[in-house]
């Protein structure tokens, strides 16, 4: 087909002008956060550590993956410009999928770096270098692209005979699917178990790396620095738990969830791609102390 119809959210069409307000709202905040971020990491020299090069990994992959749903959601919910050529559908599609596949990387890394910083100390700035965290980096798009370049292909190859509208806010992998003609049971095999073997096995190891960390904190001395690192840790987790669950909601209620009201699987999907990429910043960029001095030091000077 030369385009598809994307729907919005399905049984909500009257109240999509309306819930636009809080997803533009979140989508500034997300902007602003991480370019934010990103600029004081880039200007202050003391900040070229491996932490906050992982940090600005992080931050430019939320960037992008909001930005590669949020403006074509918002011309649907203000202004209905449903339609999308097929080429853009793909695109769209490529992009969710690859960025959310490399942020699991990136956070799986995070955590490692975690591990490292609090159970050895001395040793953490020779095993995690720059090189190092860039070879890390690499790893994760070199993964994502690997897992989600044959998902494309396979979307690419099917026919499509049927009706053109997608009961979606954007193009996600089995929504056009199931628009295809034929055996579409290899896109959904493939789909699901790429989503399962990925989540499955980063939320595993991001799972040991913070009982290790949280095994470290309670050996602590100190009554404050342990409360301080269980905070820290118990919003890490809150963040991650964000990025996961309704990401395996979503993909998994598209292929079993036909009990599901249409409106919440679609609001679930939707804030999947908003709400991590707007709290990021704040949970791993705001509330670690040189960021935070960085930012009361430029208030300061203004």
């Known amino acids: 087909p030369s ?3 994307l729907t919005g959210i399905p049984g909500l069409e009257d109240a999509q002008f309306w819930i636009a307000f809080p997803f533009c709202t979140m989508y500034f905040m997300a902007v602003l956060g991480n370019t934010i971020l990103l600029l004081l990491i880039k200007r202050d020299p003391s900040l070229h550590l491996p932490m906050f090069y992982l940090l600005s990994m992080l931050a430019t992959i ?3 993956l909001t930005t590669s749903t949020m403006p074509k959601l918002l011309s649907i919910f203000w202004f209905q410009s449903h339609e999308i050529n097929f080429e853009g559908c793909v ?4 992009f ?3 960025f959310s596949t490399v942020e699991s990387g990136v956070l799986l890394t995070m955590a490692f770096d975690r591990y490292l910083a609090i159970s050895k100390p001395l040793h953490y700035s020779a095993i ?7 070879k890390l980096g690499l790893a994760a798009v070199v993964r994502g692209t690997a897992i989600v370049t044959p998902l494309t292909c396979m979307v690419t190859n ?3 005979c049927g009706p053109r509208v997608i009961h979606h806010s954007y193009c996600e992998h089995m929504s056009v699917v199931k628009l295809a003609c034929g055996d579409t049971q290899p896109n959904s095999i493939y789909g699901i178990t790429a989503a399962t073997v990925v989540v499955g096995s980063d939320s595993i190891l991001i799972a040991a790396s913070y009982i ?9 001395s100190s009554r404050e620095a342990c409360l301080k690192s269980f905070g820290t840790c118990g919003s890490h987790i809150g963040v991650i738990l964000l990025f996961y669950v309704p990401g395996l909601f979503s993909f998994y209620t598209q292929r079993w969830g036909q009990r599901i009201p249409a409106h919440l699987h679609i609001l679930m999907a939707d804030l999947y791609l908003l709400v991590p990429p707007m709290l990021n910043p704040f949970i791993y960029g705001m509330r670690t102390k040189p960021i935070r001095e960085q930012i ?3 208030l300061w000077q203004k």
């Open 91 to 94: 695109a769209q599609m490529f």
């Open 128 to 134: 995690l270098t720059g090189p190092t965290i860039a």
């Open 3 to 5: 385009s598809f119809i």
């Open 296 to 298: 009361l030091r430029l």
């Open 96 to 98: 969710i999928h690859i």
């Open 62 to 64: 939320d960037l992008m």
């Open 158 to 160: 099917l026919s499509y």
């Open 212 to 220: 290790l960390i949280l095994k470290e904190i309670i050996g602590l």
